[in-house]
């Protein structure tokens, strides 16, 4: 029996493979441990795969840093669950998963080089590269929103200027909303704004899928990949922004990477990361 589990600020989300179920996330570190470890002692789970947004080391299974969490810092979660629950553990990060969650049961099938971009809160990123998930040396592969696109640019929640997430995240198309109207509001009014055919939210979006495109074909020049997903709150309930990114991009990068990929609606929904941590830890592909 396996268990795939991801950690998120407003929910904790299970799967087993066969049923999804959530938990209001709790909010202190001992609570969160007692709900994990009680999961997988009741669900008789003997892999477990934890997944958390933030920067998780792989190899010493540590929660380096956890933005929207900040009582899971430094938090050795690998050894934590293991000793209460006698269970292997596993943890990787949330994008990292989503994206092996996506290559193994949604739109990446196929892929020999497959990207996944989480565009919500902030802006995640994984590859799956010949069915494996990249990782990187100790677990931080693949931290596509804080790639600087701008020097000295927008203040960025990690607190750098100028990274990818300060202009293509739910904070950022607010800012370019803001900087059209002087007004602020939410992105998903935002973006049910741009659906009734507002100009100003239609103006921001666009701001937004420029710096989006630009992100995008950096990626190609890096990885040629041959399919990109994008999941996340924003383009699920926008998927109109799909078109124009992969429009935009295919216009600006080198013909052949850009020739060689196509651009996609990740399908996995809510519980891709769980889903994700729950195939790599069947599968062992971290420990």
Known sequence: MSLGIDIGGTFVKFTDGERNWKEKTPESTEELLNLISEAVIREKARRVGIVVAGLVDVKRGVVTDSPNLKFLKDLPLKSEIERRTASTVSIVNDATAAAYGEYSLGVGRGSSLFICLTLGTGLGG??????????????????????????????????????????????????????????????????????????????????????????????????????????????????????????????????????????????????????????????????
């Open 126 to 287: 994984g590859a799956v590269i010949d069915g494996k998930p990249l990782l990187g040396a100790s677990g931080s592969a693949m931290e596509v929103g804080h790639m600087v696109v701008e020097k000295g640019g927008w203040l960025c929640h990690c607190g750098r200027r100028g990274c990818l997430e300060a202009y293509v995240s739910s904070y950022g198309l607010e800012r370019f909303y803001h900087m059209e109207t002087g007004e602020s509001i939410s992105s998903f009014k935002v973006i049910e704004r741009a659906k009734k055919g507002e100009k100003a939210a239609l103006r921001a979006l666009s701001e937004m899928a420029s710096y989006l495109s630009l992100g995008l074909m950096n990626l190609l020049h890096l990885f040629n990949p041959d399919i990109v997903a994008l999941s996340g709150g924003i383009p699920t309930h926008y998927p109109e922004l799909l078109e124009k990114v992969e429009r935009k991009t295919k216009e600006i990068a080198f013909p052949q990477p850009a020739r060689d990929f196509s651009l996609k609606l990740a399908r996995l929904g809510e519980f891709s990361g769980a889903v994700g941590a729950l195939l790599i830890a069947r599968n062992q592909l971290v420990y």
